[in-house]
Antibody, heavy 116, light 107 residues
Framework: EVQLVESGGGLVQPGGSLRLSCAAS????????MSWVRQAPGKGLEWVAN????????YYVDSVKGRFTISRDNAKNSLYLQMNSLRAEDTAVYYC?????????WGKGTTVTVSS | EIVMTQSPATLSVSPGEGATLSCRAS??????LAWYQQRPGQAPRLLIY???TRATGIPARFSGSGSGTEFTLTISSLQSEDFAVYYC?????????FGQGTKVEIK
């Protein structure tokens, strides 16, 4: 079964850091672009970042550039999102998703809350 | 950044009836458009890509059309599991942007 499972969310103070992880199974992880998409409470979807199969290309939405870093470890079938200098507006459910253009497999998400 | 505008915000439909959802792009995205369904408390699910190609396992009652700046998702004969929020997403230009969603509710 193709599956993505996120972890690492939680409550963090403004200015703090958090590292999200996504464990992939059921497909050859290293052959796919991967993405992070977030959804603020009661709001729509926002694509955050994506990464090429070998990690050589990475793209970010402007609002997270310089603060978030996407990475991957193909040997561990894992995707990561390092989030620094977190702000209240980063509060959201963060989804790991397979794909670069459109996303055909999604995890259930992990919740990040930025609050003092 | 390309702005995606969906209409209506909410659509009230009786089970068994059809529904037509619209998505407009602020500039041409060719056919580089996807549709997703999100049921309450669940992750999004890919329905359509390339504006009109159904994703694997998606029932034939879902169909997409359009190109350029105007797109439509049509659901024929709504089933109980189809009441959800639907999002369009363009992937023609970075950043890839989503519409704000259309909620299809039971009338």
């Amino acid at each position: 079964e193709v599956q993505l499972v996120e972890s690492g969310g939680g409550l963090v103070q403004p200015g703090g850091s958090l590292r999200l992880s996504c464990a992939a199974s059921g497909f050859i992880f290293g052959t796919y672009w991967m993405s992070w998409v977030r959804q603020a409470p009661g709001k729509g979807l926002e694509w955050v970042a994506n990464i090429k199969q070998d990690g050589s290309e990475k793209y970010y939405v402007d609002s997270v550039k310089g603060r978030f870093t996407i990475s991957r470890d193909n040997a561990k079938n894992s995707l990561y999102l390092q989030m620094n200098s977190l702000r209240a507006e980063d509060t959201a459910v963060y989804y790991c998703a397979r794909g670069r253009l459109y996303m055909d497999v999604w995890g259930k998400g992990t919740t990040v809350t930025v609050s003092s | 950044e390309i702005v995606m505008t969906q209409s209506p915000a909410t659509l009230s439909v009786s089970p068994g009836e059809g529904a037509t959802l619209s998505c407009r792009a602020s500039q041409s995205v060719s056919s580089n458009l996807a549709w997703y369904q999100q049921r309450p408390g669940q992750a999004p699910r890919l329905l359509i890509y390339g504006a009109s190609t159904r994703a694997t396992g998606i029932p034939a009652r879902f169909s997409g059309s359009g190109s350029g700046t105007e797109f439509t998702l049509t659901i024929s004969s709504l089933q109980s599991e189809d009441f959800a929020v639907y999002y369009c997403q363009q992937y023609n230009n970075w950043p890839h942007t989503f519409g704000q969603g259309t909620k299809v509710e039971i009338k």
